[in-house]
């Protein structure tokens, strides 16, 4: 019993040398292998002299530069994409294209005017906007982010295509059915204050038919 414990203890020795040296070398050639380098047509450049000059080098000795960590590179050069990829995805989702499949040609998306943000602490407030087409500083939205609804404070408008017919009225009527015009077509817009929901700054209004319209924002124009 003891004679077979013992050949025992010495076959499991043996097996765990054997993957000690084994995993030894296997990193060396890991190292090497998982190790990945620039392609050479990375640092190839448009300039004649250039081309030449790195040519001449090439022949002397060609030597493969290791590509560099993010933590090397102090940025991720696939961020941006990553963050494309993201505002296009819930573009999507905001025009009801909903998700593809790989396969599946994608729809573009139509242009927005430009992205939100709030002015006092920079928060992304909405991605999907239309530019007001007189006043260039207002946009108008349906889908927004980090916003909230003050819908307790009531905000009453008069809107000028009344303003315009009232005149109207004036020239054509006497003063007495002009009053009683006036009376009929004086319609207030209701609205609601609009605040960034991280500083509580006031960027919108919202009103009957559920749309935001922006006029405190910084725009950030494609």
């Not at 450049?45 to 030449?52: L, Q, T």
């Not at 573009?108 to 007189?134: F, G, I, K, W, Y």
Request: contains cysteine; aromatic residues 8%.
């Amino acid at each position: 019993m003891e004679a077979e414990l013992n050949s025992t203890i010495k076959t499991m020795e043996v097996k765990l040398s054997s993957l000690e040296t084994g995993s030894s070398s296997g990193n060396g050639k890991v190292g090497t292998a998982s190790t990945k380098y620039y392609d050479d047509i990375y640092f190839d450049s448009d300039s004649e002299d250039e081309d030449k000059t790195t040519q001449v080098t090439k022949r002397k000795k060609k030597k493969r530069h290791r590509i560099l960590t993010n933590d090397e590179l102090l940025y991720d050069p696939e961020k941006d994409n990553r963050d494309q990829a993201w505002v296009d995805a819930r573009r999507r989702g905001y025009h009801g294209f909903g998700i593809q499949r790989p396969r599946q040609q994608q729809q573009p998306v139509p242009n927005s005017d430009a992205v939100l943000n709030c002015p006092a602490c920079m928060t992304t407030l909405c991605l999907d906007c239309q530019r007001h087409e007189s006043y260039k500083t207002q946009y108008r939205a349906m889908f927004v982010m980090n916003c909230s609804v003050n819908k307790e404070e009531v905000l009453r408008y008069k809107t000028p295509e009344n303003r315009k017919k009232k005149r109207g009225h004036k020239k054509m009527r006497a003063n007495h059915e002009d009053a009683a015009e006036q009376t009929d077509t004086e319609v207030e817009e209701i609205y609601h204050p609009v605040m960034c929901t991280e500083c509580s700054t006031e960027v919108a209004v919202y009103d009957k038919d559920e749309v935001f319209h922006f006029f405190n924002v910084l725009a950030s124009h494609s």
